[in-house]
């Protein structure tokens, strides 16, 4: 499970460029990467928006950081397994060997109970069916998705109550998981979602996993790991929620919610609640947020394709590389105060290809309630009202900024009422 503190997060997101997804993402993102995965760890322990400034101002200090940060990853990797970092090497293996696996057909009205470690080939067509993991603490189980389908009315397809990691694989056969009616709590548990898990999940293998839900389609009330597979989500709730972090590396995830794409937050501890994306496929179209976590969206890669209310909100939201594009009709990009772990919003674009187009109305392409730094990539906005807000200061140190056909030299303050300024005010 990821620590709270987020200096761990960032020395993690370090490891996963160097250990982890490093084969699915190009030489150039994961240098850019690297290099500001620095700027996250100090803005942890110090305030936020001055750090970031210093980082893009100054090559010796962030040459000196990055020293600093590389050493403690190092030794964080020596002390424990590849089980310590983002991501293992069994999250990362699409393919588990199966020679020892045991298989669970799959029957109607029926609940199959797991409740020791191993590996379980799940095969069969039913209705009414719950596959229930209830083992030791210390367990890691493995579930693979033989082409299953299986039709609930109020219980989750997949129900982890207990276990160190749980794994759900996908294989070549195209596996469908749907819950119709109204979720039905166990005890003191709401379960929410057709995959609903209470310990750590990893999402992982080469197939199709389509899931419709009444609520939910994937939660975790830990952490959630993503690193390949295709997923096809229609929910009327959220498509992936988890309570502590969101990690993904790779995999296509085709979304459709009527609430959040993708969250993540815990109402019990606002300093957690972060998302990792270094790669991927995204497509996204959800009634509120595509992707919000209460205190770190970070973006070091993928293609995303995002249309939603707004697309991207957390406290601090930074952007190191990827394609994304977002078609929003409130803010394209938010940073709002809703984390302890932040004493000020911030949004950082480092590097990468960012378009956003907004609708009319008091819409923000990109809003920060507190600071916003560009410091590369390149920002290409159309925006009927305004383009840049922000309640604190504003900072352009590299890249390329376009708003409505135009590049800027600066960023521009929202000014609200002028319409026909497209945001382009006072500077």
Do not use: W
């Amino acid at each position: 499970m990821l620590k709270r503190r987020f200096t761990v997060l960032a020395i993690s997101a370090f490891l996963l460029i160097t250990a982890g997804c490093s084969q699915q993402s190009t030489e150039t993102s994961q240098e850019s990467s690297r290099k500001n995965t620095v700027v996250t760890t100090a803005a942890i322990t110090e305030e936020s928006a001055d750090t970031a400034s210093k980082s893009s101002a100054s090559e010796e200090e962030s040459s000196s950081s990055a020293d600093t940060a590389e050493s403690s990853a190092s030794a964080s990797s020596s002390e424990g397994s590849g089980e310590d970092e983002v991501f293992s090497k069994r999250d990362l293996n699409q393919t588990p060997d199966t020679s020892d696996a045991k298989t669970i057909t799959l029957s109607d009205n029926s609940t199959k109970t797991i409740t020791e470690e191993g590996i379980y080939i799940l095969t069969g067509s039913a209705s009414e069916c719950t596959v229930k993991v209830e083992a030791a603490k210390e367990a890691k189980v493995q579930l693979i998705l033989d082409g299953i389908t299986v039709t609930n009315t109020s219980t989750p397809v997949i129900y982890v109550v207990s276990a160190d990691k749980c794994f759900v694989t996908t294989t070549d056969k195209e596996s469908t998981l749907s819950v119709k009616g109204e979720f039905t709590a166990d005890g003191e548990t709401n379960t929410d979602a057709v995959i609903f898990s209470k310990d750590d999940l990893v999402l992982n293998g080469t197939g199709t996993l389509n899931i419709t839900s009444s609520a939910n389609a994937i939660s975790g009330k830990d952490d959630i790991k993503a690193t390949g597979g295709t997923y096809n989500l229609k929910c009327t709730n959220d498509g992936i929620e988890a309570n502590e972090s969101i990690s993904i590396c790779a995999g296509t995830y085709n979304i459709e919610a009527s609430k959040k794409g993708i969250q993540s937050s815990n109402d019990e501890d606002t300093s957690t609640g972060t998302i990792l994306i270094t790669g991927g496929t995204f497509n996204i179209t959800a009634g509120t947020d595509s992707i919000q976590g209460t205190t770190l969206v970070q973006i070091d890669g993928g293609t995303l394709t995002l249309n939603s209310s707004e697309g991207i909100e957390s406290t601090y939201v930074k952007i190191n590389g990827g394609t994304i594009d977002i078609t929003a009709s409130d803010d394209g990009i938010n940073a709002a105060a809703k984390s302890s772990a932040y004493s000020t919003p911030t949004i950082e674009i480092n590097d990468g290809k960012l378009t956003i187009v907004m609708g009319q109305g008091d819409t923000d392409a990109i809003d920060a309630n507190g600071d916003i730094y560009v410091n590369g990539g390149t920002i290409d906005i159309t925006a009927q009202v305004s383009s840049f807000d922000y309640d604190g200061k504003a900072e352009y140190n590299g890249g390329t900024i376009i708003i409505n056909g135009s590049q800027v030299d600066s960023i521009p303050q929202s000014m609200m009422g002028d319409p026909g300024m497209g945001g382009m005010g006072r500077h």
